[in-house]
């Protein structure tokens, strides 16, 4: 799900006019949407509403909604129990059943934007499961990420006694739930997958972060400012490419607390580092890519082989379910730019939908929206939701129980 921090604290009245424009969108669907069922656009609008503010009240928020049970629901990959959590709607029977993967975030699971996204979905009737994908939490995109996702998947599918399941992958993880659908391993478990910020090819996007410029299918380049956490990433995953061999531990420690954003205890493990080290790790903290992008770019480049296997470029030709694609006109971390790329890669018919929005920051809703905005994502959302209930309903429910 993105950087850490980067979440928005709504003042009380922003959260009340927010409720006052999905109302009023409520109105205009009544009005010049009779071509789909109004109840199903309802519904869409207030899983949005409440992605956008767990806490928010009224008729629509409430609309359709019953309570959720949390529970562990741990998965076996590679012998080993993984971490999971279920959230169950209680008193729904044959609900649809979605798996919610995170992003690169070190919360993993407790991330409070994917439990609010998973608690609005499983309270608007969906089965949600949600892996944690712990090379992720580290902030590394691995083939292991892959396999997690699968089998996640088929846990579910097992668990809800659906004939496949859902994925929702946030950031990293969508692009990684496309090539999970693209293995013949896990494809048979996964029903239809939506990707959200996500990346077609990891070595552009690691790039993006040392030059502000990113390459689009058209050939045009867009230039934006990257988001500062990205070259902190770069370099924490290959901490011994721009460190020496003493310092290496103890420059990953305090890159790592940057990235939860704990800035003393980063600059407590900087301080021992060797002063070559410190004046290299100064630079991190001040953000200068402007002097640290050509090294970066240099050891992205040793490592495009290691990219390549957990970019969705050139691996999701064998793709052969529904695909829906959102992104944020002005995603920093990963540019829209990428899902463009996913669109163009994928093989034809499987899109059924893709958005760019101004609504969308990462992985998460944000700014002023238009009515047309807020349409737009209704419409993706109401899509989203009846492809849920078409290909994912277990033949028999049984949420007790697990491969």
């Known amino acids: 799900m993105g950087p850490a921090g980067d979440m928005d604290h709504k003042i009380s009245s922003a959260r009340k006019a927010a409720r006052v424009a999905w109302v009023a ?7 010049a949407a009779a071509y789909r069922p109004v109840t199903h656009a309802l519904r869409a609008a207030s899983v949005l509403l409440t992605i956008q503010n767990p806490n928010a009240q009224g008729w629509l928020a409430h609309y359709g909604t019953n309570p959720v049970d949390v529970q562990d629901a741990p998965f076996t990959v590679n012998g080993l129990a993984n971490p999971a959590r279920l959230y169950v709607p209680r008193g729904v029977a044959n609900a649809p059943a979605i798996v919610i993967v995170h992003g690169v975030h070190h919360l993993g699971i407790d991330e409070p934007r994917l ?16 892996p944690l994908v712990a090379d992720m939490a ?4 691995t083939p292991q990420c892959i396999n997690v996702i699968g089998e996640a998947a088929h846990a579910l599918k097992v668990r809800s006694g659906a004939k496949r399941v859902g994925v929702l992958g946030l950031s990293f993880a969508g692009g990684l739930a496309l090539m999970a659908a693209d293995n013949p391993r896990y494809a048979p ?3 239809w997958v939506a ?4 990346h077609d090819d990891l070595q552009r996007v690691l790039e993006f972060y040392a030059t502000n410029q990113i390459a689009a299918p058209d050939g045009t380049i867009k230039k934006m400012q990257a988001h500062e956490y990205g070259c902190l990433v770069v370099v924490y995953d290959h901490p011994e490419l721009f460190f020496a061999p003493q310092d290496v531990d103890e420059a990953r420690k305090a890159l790592r607390y940057q990235l939860w954003e704990d800035m003393a205890k980063a600059r ?11 004046k290299k790790m100064d630079l991190l903290f001040d953000h200068r890519t402007d002097i640290l992008g050509p090294e970066i770019l240099a050891n992205i480049a040793k490592h495009s082989a290691e990219m390549a296997e957990v ?6 030709a064998n793709v052969r379910v529904p695909v829906f694609l959102l992104a944020g006109a002005a995603d920093n971390v990963i540019p ?7 669109e163009r890669d994928l093989p034809p018919g499987t899109v059924r939908e893709c958005l760019i929005s101004p609504v969308v920051s990462h992985v998460e809703l944000e700014g002023k929206p238009t009515l047309k905005n807020r349409l737009e994502l209704v419409h993706f959302m109401t899509e989203l939701l009846n492809e849920a209930d078409r290909s994912s309903r277990p033949v028999v429910a049984d949420v007790s129980s697990a491969r």
């Open 138 to 141: 580290d902030y590394r995109v």
């Open 115 to 130: 439990m609010g996204f998973a608690r609005a979905l499983a309270g608007h009737g969906f089965l949600v499961m949600t």
């Open 268 to 278: 407590a493990e900087a301080a021992k580092l060797s002063p070559e080290g410190q």
């Open 189 to 191: 478990d996964i029903a």
């Open 336 to 342: 829209p730019t990428e899902t463009l790329w996913l």
């Open 311 to 316: 970019s969705p470029h050139g691996h999701v």
């Open 195 to 198: 990707a959200v910020g996500a």
């Open 25 to 31: 969108l409520v109105v205009a669907l009544l009005i």
